[in-house]
C-alpha cells in the first residue's frame, strides 16, 4: 500500500510531495567557472616566456578587454563584457612618483542580459616587483538597465582594483573587481559587482620611465 493511502486510513495527514530538484545554482555559476582557468593559463604561459629584460610599462595609450561575470554576490549572477581605453600617464598638478602614475580612462561595457554603461575616470597604477601592477579607479558612468539589476537612476560611480601581470611585448594579463552604485543619490541604491579577466595591450611602445623597469633577473 502507498505511504500516503496508508496515512490517510489512519487519520494522519499525507506528507507533503518532495519538490523537483531544480540546480539553478549551477546555471547561475557558469559564467563564473571558466574564470580562474583562463586567468592561471594565461598567467603561466607568460611566465614560461618571460626573460629577464626590461619591462616595457604601459605609459602611453592601451586598450583593455574585460570578460566576466556581473552581479557577483546576489542571484542572479549572468556574463559582462567590456572595453577601456588608457590614455598616456599626467600629473594633474600632483607629485611624481616614479611607480605611481595616474590615468585618464574612459570605457563601456555590457551584461548578457542588456545593460549598458559608458564611464569616463582616472586610475592609479602602482608598479610592482617581478612584472606585476596593480590598478585602483574611479569613474563617473551612465547606466541603462535594460533586462537587467536597476541600480536606482542613470548615474552611478564606478570604483575598481586590477591586479595583472606583464608578458613580453608589454601585454598584460590579469583581473578586476569593480563595484558600481549611485552613492545614494536615488532612493533606491542596491548597487552591483563585476568580477571579471582582461588583457591590456599597448597601442604603441615607448622608452620606459626609470621607476618602471625591472632589475636584471626579475622576470
Not at 200 to 217: F, N
Request: net charge positive; aromatic share 10%; glycine share 10%.
Amino acid at each position: 500500500m502507498e505511504p500516503r493511502r496508508f496515512c490517510s486510513r489512519l487519520g494522519y495527514p499525507p506528507a507533503p510531495e518532495s519538490p523537483p530538484n531544480l540546480d539553478t545554482g549551477s546555471a547561475l555559476r557558469r559564467p563564473l567557472s571558466a574564470l580562474p582557468w583562463i586567468l592561471a593559463i594565461a598567467v603561466g604561459m607568460g611566465t614560461v616566456a618571460a626573460r629577464a629584460q626590461e619591462i616595457q610599462p604601459l605609459a602611453g595609450n592601451t586598450v583593455t578587454v574585460q570578460y566576466g561575470a556581473f552581479n557577483v554576490g546576489r542571484d542572479p549572477i549572468h556574463g559582462s563584457a567590456g572595453v577601456e581605453l588608457r590614455a598616456a600617464a599626467r600629473s594633474f598638478g600632483l607629485p611624481h612618483y616614479d611607480r605611481l602614475r595616474l590615468f585618464p580612462v574612459a570605457g563601456f561595457g555590457t551584461s548578457t542580459r542588456h545593460a549598458l554603461f559608458g564611464y569616463a575616470g582616472t586610475r592609479a597604477d602602482l608598479a610592482l616587483p617581478h612584472r606585476w601592477r596593480m590598478s585602483a579607479g574611479f569613474a563617473f558612468t551612465l547606466y541603462s538597465h535594460q533586462q537587467d539589476m536597476d541600480l536606482g537612476g542613470p548615474i552611478v560611480f564606478r570604483s575598481s582594483f586590477v591586479l595583472a601581470y606583464q608578458l613580453r611585448g608589454g601585454v598584460e594579463v590579469g583581473a578586476t573587481f569593480f563595484h558600481m552604485s549611485n552613492a545614494r543619490l536615488y532612493r533606491n541604491n542596491p548597487g552591483t559587482n563585476v568580477l571579471a579577466v582582461l588583457i591590456e595591450v599597448p597601442l604603441h611602445r615607448e622608452p620606459s620611465p626609470s621607476g618602471w623597469r625591472a632589475r636584471p633577473g626579475n622576470h
